[in-house]
């Protein structure tokens, strides 16, 4: 199971693309002479936000898209920090502002105000993740193609020094933009990036508070009969958290969200095509069982064999190294690398447990939590570069 989730299943997406030649085109692909401005509402939801809010308005006013074309909407889930006075000073005529006050979660921020959106297409985004310039008019170059009807953009995590920006998150989101190009090459991904996308807005509907609108939201262009495509050319970036325990508690409220959207799919179009059910098996839900499968594993080589006895060395190791992460972590000492891989491995696999019995417990993680330390705008103050 673990060797399927990890590189079987981006083996065999190689395989299959080489098979099939080159696949449907890629993103990068996409007609040049093309250039189509459609009306495009850009929706940022936020919760005690003032940190990043007015770098977030500034970010979204400097994209190079025609000002007359674009419609920028934030939606204040009841934040009790300064973020709305933030937002009011940050603000031109250009920037419509939702004031919420009760605290109901993202999706709940999304359903308020699609009805009142203008753009043809819907862009979501977060309020800490930064658009480069050009990202916008590379999200919305697909959508030329009549048969596409979700967009992903590329996240890149950025923090100067940061081991989780390079062998932690950095390394574990090349991974994840590897398999969703393979995926699109083939015809359409499914996992979304809630930093960065866009859809149809006939494709828009309103969800069950529970559901994750990132993960339902592909689903829906997908039960339509659309494809979502993944393109590599429309960029942000996110300051990468500060610890890999911040990670650990991010990731177990985003599995949980996760497994109840799949669980609970939203209504609307047909039943999923199948190579999109064989997609969520092998990018996500081989994904989340991998824990037990390495249990299962660490048990079984315990056996009186010398080539299992090796092999049950070698994971001890990698353990006693991944728990060495950790203690260092928690002494606030730098982790070594030789460290910092097992740990950050270790720590995203025991998010999945804990998400799944969050999940059995009843939990849904309606209401987002952020990471306080992705929270700067950048170690300069700069939005990008």
């Known amino acids: 199971m673990a060797i399927y989730a990890y590189f079987g299943y981006p083996a065999l997406l190689?395989?299959?693309?080489?098979?099939?030649?080159?696949?449907?085109?890629?993103?990068?692909?996409?007609?040049?002479?093309?250039?189509?401005?459609?009306?495009?509402?850009?929706?940022?939801?936020?919760?005690?936000?003032?940190?990043?809010i007015a770098h977030k308005i500034r970010n979204s006013l400097d994209l190079e898209y025609p000002a007359a074309k674009l419609e920028i909407v934030v939606v204040s889930d009841g934040s009790n920090d300064a973020t709305e006075a933030v937002a009011r000073r940050a603000a031109s005529d250009r920037v419509k502002l939702v004031f919420r006050q009760d605290r109901e979660g993202k999706t709940a921020c999304l359903n308020a105000v699609l009805g009142e959106l203008s753009g043809d297409l819907f862009v979501f985004t977060d309020a800490n993740a930064?658009?480069?310039?050009?990202?916008?008019?590379?999200?919305?170059?697909?959508f030329t193609d009549p048969g596409v009807g979700c967009v992903m953009g590329i996240l890149e995590y950025r923090r100067e020094g940061s081991l989780n920006a390079s062998l932690g998150e950095g390394l574990y989101w090349r991974y994840e933009n590897l398999l969703k190009e393979l995926e699109s090459r083939?015809?359409?991904?499914?996992?979304g990036n809630g930093a960065i996308y866009a859809m149809r807005r006939r494709l828009c509907h309103p969800l069950p508070r529970e559901a994750e609108a990132d993960v339902a939201y592909p689903l829906l262009a997908l039960r339509s009969g659309f494809r979502v495509v993944f393109e590599r050319r429309?960029?942000?970036?996110?300051?990468?958290?500060?610890?890999?325990?911040?990670?650990?508690?991010?990731?177990?409220?985003?599995?949980?969200k996760q497994i109840a959207t799949y669980r609970h799919p939203a209504a609307g179009g047909g039943p999923l095509p199948g190579g999109a059910v064989f997609q969520i098996l092998s990018h996500k839900v081989a994904r989340?069982?991998?824990p037990l499968a390495l249990g299962g594993m660490f048990v079984a080589s315990a056996a009186d064999s010398r080539l299992l006895r090796a092999a049950w060395l070698a994971q001890a190791v990698?353990?006693?190294?991944?728990?060495?992460?950790?203690?260092l972590e928690s002494l606030g000492r730098?982790?070594?690398?030789?460290?910092?891989?097992?740990?950050?491995?270790?720590?995203v696999n025991a998010a999945s447990v804990k998400a799944m019995l969050d999940y059995a417990r009843g939990e849904r993680g309606v209401v987002w939590e952020k990471a306080p330390s992705t929270r700067l705008a950048s170690e300069n103050g700069k939005t990008h570069e």
């Not at 395989?15 to 459609?38: N, V």
């Not at 083939?186 to 996992?191: H, Q």
């Open 334 to 347: 730098r982790i070594p690398r030789i460290c910092f891989v097992p740990y950050y491995f270790c720590a």
């Open 288 to 290: 989340w069982l991998v």
């Open 186 to 191: 083939l015809g359409s991904t499914i996992v």
């Open 234 to 256: 429309a960029r942000c970036w996110e300051r990468a958290a500060a610890s890999v325990r911040e990670e650990f508690g991010r990731k177990a409220r985003i599995i949980t």
């Open 130 to 142: 930064f658009f480069h310039p050009d990202a916008l008019q590379r999200l919305v170059a697909p």
């Open 318 to 327: 990698f353990y006693v190294l991944a728990g060495t992460g950790a203690l």
């Open 14 to 52: 190689w395989i299959w693309l080489r098979l099939r030649g080159e696949g449907t085109p890629s993103s990068d692909e996409h007609r040049e002479s093309a250039i189509s401005h459609p009306p495009v509402s850009l929706i940022i939801p936020a919760y005690n936000e003032e940190a990043v």
